[in-house]
């Protein structure tokens, strides 16, 4: 017997992940339908964590399908169910229509799904993490809310909204980024080429009887022992920094590296306030369709992408399950910003809890712009204060010698 990793849907209306023993993957189906579950996929263990990058479990298609073109296509899924054609039609008219390769994949196999009977939220769930847990979670609200066109619209200006922030946060580190890199540049043209080449020139100073200034020694040598060494360094910088990258990558990994991001000044703050913005709009979304706070709570935190954060949210779910109070669980978690928590708990006593952590979200959105400018500010001035200061300092070493020559020979 074979062991399967399951995503149900429970009379109850909850999604759960379950693993069962069965011979096969028809006799595991079988089983669960007969439990009373709704069975949204089934796959084997080997194969889960494969999922995310395989299409409607086709063998050897790997691709992802990009956020802007997801975007437009629930912007004009939600227009033609409003206009009330057929979910079945409406998928098969933008299947046919989509410019990416990768979506066309992904709605024929949802659309042959639809075709053999399932629902539109166990389609896109049958995809695997592909798609995040709250949309299918949101479309499984609206199929059982009857207001589909109305969910759909909620998450397209959820997801408008991640775009956006995604967008504005890649603009703003896109120069800061660049100019590092020329920076690194130059002073690697610098101390690899144009210092060796001088070195030469300021031996024969040297012989002349006149002393090189001291910072010209230091920037030689140290110029002259990179040279010589740079068929074993290159490789050995090279192979660390992969080294970091797939061990960044790694659970642990990802957990010290998102901790110490916490830790730095202005960073730390900023991803505080993103988290918080994303995971309290993620869970208005979720409970603008009708879903149990337990159960959007548990999608929502899958929303929080910083690992150390979300360490920290997991005494969140038994402490909402034990029967506290939900700000008193989010104050549990020791991350989510004091203010937060006083707007979150004035909407759970007024009973509009949903409408409070559109406003909560909201407002983090704004202070986490006013953070990344501000840190974008800092960045640049310091990136060339530094690199100004290294080219600077080479420059001297080269031109201090030469002017020291000159003004010996004007004395004589």
């Known amino acids: ?25 028809q006799e595991a189906r079988t089983r669960l339908e007969s439990e009373g579950f709704r069975v949204f996929s089934v796959v084997p263990p080997k194969s889960a964590g494969a999922s995310a990058l395989t299409l409607g479990g086709r063998a050897g298609t790997r691709a992802r399908v990009k956020a802007g073109d997801f975007l437009l296509f629930n912007q004009q899924l939600a227009a033609l169910i409003r206009a009330g054609i057929p979910i079945l039609q409406a998928i098969a008219m933008l299947r046919r229509r989509a410019a990416s390769a990768r979506l066309r994949t992904v709605l024929g196999d949802v659309e042959d799904r639809i075709r053999s009977g399932s629902a539109l939220s166990a389609a896109f769930a049958a995809q695997g993490s592909l798609f995040p847990r709250i949309y299918t979670a949101s479309i499984l609200a609206g199929e059982r809310s009857g207001a589909l066109d109305e969910v759909l619209a909620r998450y397209v200006a959820y997801m408008r909204r991640s775009v956006q922030l995604r967008r504005k946060i890649r603009g703003s580190l896109a120069y800061p980024t660049l100019l590092l890199a020329a920076s690194f540049g130059m002073v690697a043209f610098l101390s690899l080429y144009v210092v060796p080449k001088m070195s030469e020139l300021f031996a024969g100073f040297g012989q002349g009887g006149a002393q090189l200034p001291k910072i010209t020694v230091m920037v030689v040598g140290v110029s002259t022992w990179v040279a010589k060494n740079i068929f074993w360094l290159a490789p050995l910088v090279i192979g660390g920094t992969i080294g970091f990258v797939v061990w960044s990558r790694t659970p642990p990994g990802r957990l010290t590296v998102d901790g110490f991001l916490l830790k730095v000044p202005l960073v ?30 548990e999608i929502a935190a899958e929303s929080i992408t910083n690992r150390e954060l979300r360490r920290r949210s997991s005494a969140i779910l038994p402490l909402i399950r034990e029967g506290r109070s939900f700000t008193e669980s989010l104050a549990a978690a020791g991350w989510v910003p004091e203010l937060a928590l006083d707007m979150i708990g004035v909407g759970e006593r007024s ?5 409070m952590l559109e406003e909560v979200a909201g407002f983090y959105d704004a202070e986490a712009e006013v953070r990344l400018e501000q840190l974008t500010t800092v ?9 100004g200061g290294i080219v600077i300092t080479i420059l001297l070493a080269i031109y201090l010698p030469i002017i020291q020559s000159i003004s010996n020979a004007a004395g004589r």
């Open 1 to 25: 017997m074979s062991e399967y990793v399951c995503r149900l849907g429970t009379p109850s209306g909850e999604i759960v992940t379950r693993t069962i023993e069965a011979i096969g993957l």
């Open 351 to 355: 009973g509009s809890l949903r409408e």
């Open 268 to 297: 730390g703050p900023l991803l505080q306030q993103l988290a918080a913005a994303q995971v309290t709009r993620s869970l208005a979304t979720l409970l603008a369709g009708g879903i149990t706070l337990v159960e959007s709570w």
């Open 379 to 387: 960045l640049e001035p310091a990136i060339l204060l530094v690199m």
